[in-house]
């Protein structure tokens, strides 16, 4: 808010000195406002302001929506970016329908507790909707188990496991050490060896290094965030609030 409001207060003070400066230049030529100084210019700039304060609310008003209006066409823009990047990487996993009619990007974060309460909802809707696809976006932003536990998940795309583990990660509960993934790796079938090697190639650092870089600039701050066609959801919402964004998509 303080950047805005400065923004638009350079903006008012921009008219309001073309206000009174063109008001004098039709003065006589022996009017002493014709050249105003500094101070003077002030003292007008100042009094419009003290006088019409409204104007400073309709001005940041204005921009706000301006503001608003030009990040969603920039986000709309980057989404169409990535549905292009995305179509056929082979460190981004594509769960639901690879065809489907609507995407949905989920970021997260394997030790989020919001991501693992959203996890029943996901799944609900990929069981009731077979023509959405969902695209898994890695983001872990909360702690150095967060960082392992999704360079494990990429590792596990290599051997065909990736879901299964995935889901058994976001229910976990308490610790995620190197020492436990394995475990649950070996569990679900894959060889922990090959994923601990796996794991420390540079191509899934730079995966991840992508996601946090495509979650700034979507003004994804926190997990899990979703996006549904070219909306943006925060949070773990109610099915609904999803469905109705699946509706609109289909819609567009």
């Known amino acids: 808010m303080t950047r ?32 105003p100084d500094r101070p003077t210019v002030e003292k007008w700039v100042r009094d419009y302001l003290v006088n019409n304060p409204e104007v400073i609310v309709e001005a940041l008003e204005v921009l706000q929506n301006r503001q608003q209006a030009m990040e969603q066409r920039q ?27 609507v995407t949905i990007y989920e970021f997260f974060d394997y030790k989020c507790g919001y991501c693992k309460k959203a996890l029943a909802t996901v799944l609900e809707l990929l069981e009731d909707d077979k023509n959405l696809r969902f695209v898994m976006m890695e983001l872990p932003i909360l702690s150095e188990e967060s960082g ?51 794991m420390q190639d540079k191509d899934i650092e730079a995966a991840l290094t992508r996601n946090q870089q495509l979650a700034v600039g979507l003004g994804i701050r926190g997990t899990p965030g979703f996006i549904v066609g070219d909306t943006i959801l925060r949070g773990a919402l109610p099915i609904d609030d999803f469905r109705a ?8």
């Open 245 to 252: 964004a699946i509706k609109d998509a289909r819609a567009q």
């Open 4 to 35: 805005l409001f400065g923004l638009a207060l350079s903006a008012l003070i921009l008219v309001s000195l073309a206000l009174p400066l063109t008001t004098t230049a039709t003065r006589a030529a022996d009017d002493t406002t014709a050249n």
């Open 148 to 198: 392992l536990a999704a360079k494990a998940a990429l590792a596990a795309i290599d051997q065909g496991k990736y879901f299964e583990f995935h889901n058994n990660l976001m229910m976990a509960r308490g610790t995620l050490s190197e020492g436990r993934i394995f475990e649950m790796a070996t569990a679900a079938g894959m060889d922990a060896a090959k994923l601990a090697k796996r």
């Open 75 to 101: 986000q709309r823009d980057l989404i169409a970016a990535m549905n292009l990047q995305f179509a056929d990487d082979p460190l981004t996993y594509v769960a639901g329908n690879p065809d489907g009619d």
